[in-house]
């Protein structure tokens, strides 16, 4: 019986990680479609998050004020100005980031049940930072551009051209300048892959049926738990980010350098200032690593 248990087990942990044992071009693939999928249905939160952030002057008082102020003012099409730009960088970048740390994880054989029966926390934690890390090639020139098409403001009875804007906002920055903010982008993402990763290793390991798989239920529930958490810690991280890479309205001097935008933020607006947005973030973050693993898992589930 003990030894019947035993390989019931083995073959248990065999199963528990299929994302990870998926062909290159199938983890391509997965990743590819679950980032667009979560990134797509949270864009219009993600908009409202950065408007929060940069708002030094009061003029929204919440995630569904912030809302109500657009919509009105600019249209409903203006929750989703910058998301065709954010789809072309979401699709390399989610890839990196979740094929890239099924990658990292069989290199250090945290998913090889004869080495590490239960998993290993930091490894799993190590093999998100090096995929977080990696990403930023990607993230740096994604972000920086989605945040200046955000916080665009047209003209009245404008035409929002997004292609053509983001043609033009790529020639007037060079590739130097879409690289703003790299340091700030890697502060914030390989702190937040770390605690991600190795969160929703020990979930899902708890979730998985007696077969050892996850079903579509459970890996939404346990992504979107793991960000959570994640979330909330690097929000300090993300407001950071977001002030360095943001064009500032005139007159107002532009943040520069990591450490010294931190002193600024605090010195002018309260240690506060560094959590605004957490709310949005949380609620941005949660359901997009939640779809965007539920997808990858499910197409692994349904294609292995």
Not at 31 to 48: Q, R, T
Request: proline letters at 5%; a positive charge; one cysteine or more.
């Amino acid at each position: 019986r003990k030894m019947h248990s035993a390989n019931q087990n083995m073959d248990t942990q065999r199963y528990i990680r299929a994302a990870a044992e998926l062909s290159l071009v199938k983890n391509i693939v997965f990743s590819a479609a679950g980032g667009v999928a979560g990134a797509s249905a949270v864009y219009p939160l993600d908009m409202a998050k950065t408007q929060l952030q940069m708002d030094k002057s009061g003029k929204f008082s919440g995630l569904f004020d912030c809302f109500g102020k657009i919509a009105r003012g600019e249209g409903m099409g203006a929750l989703y100005r910058g998301l065709p730009a954010n789809i072309i960088g979401i699709m390399p970048e989610k890839t990196i980031k979740l094929a890239g740390n099924d990658f990292f994880r069989q290199q250090f054989q945290v998913d090889n049940p004869k080495v590490y029966p239960n998993g290993n926390f930091a490894l799993e934690g190590l093999a998100g930072g090096m995929a977080g890390a990696c990403q930023i090639i990607i993230t740096t020139p994604m972000e920086i551009t989605k945040i200046r098409m955000q916080m665009y403001q047209p003209a009245p009875g404008e035409t929002v051209n997004q292609m053509a804007m983001l043609g033009k906002l790529v020639k007037e920055m060079g590739i130097t300048g879409m690289y703003t903010g790299t340091v700030s982008t890697f502060m914030r993402d390989v702190p937040f892959s770390i605690v991600y990763f190795s969160l929703y290793g020990v979930i899902r390991r708890k979730l998985v049926d007696e077969s050892g798989k996850i079903s579509t239920v459970n890996a939404l529930l346990g992504s979107s738990a793991a960000g959570v958490i994640a979330a909330s810690l690097s929000t300090p991280l993300d407001v950071i980010k977001t002030r360095l890479q943001a064009k500032t309205a005139p007159g107002v001097v532009p943040y520069k350098g990591w450490l010294p935008t931190v002193s600024r933020i605090v010195s002018e607006e309260g240690g506060a200032a560094l959590f605004k947005g957490v709310g949005p973030r949380v609620i941005i973050i949660s359901p997009l690593f939640g779809i965007a693993l539920m997808v990858k898992e499910t197409l692994a589930r349904w294609f292995p």
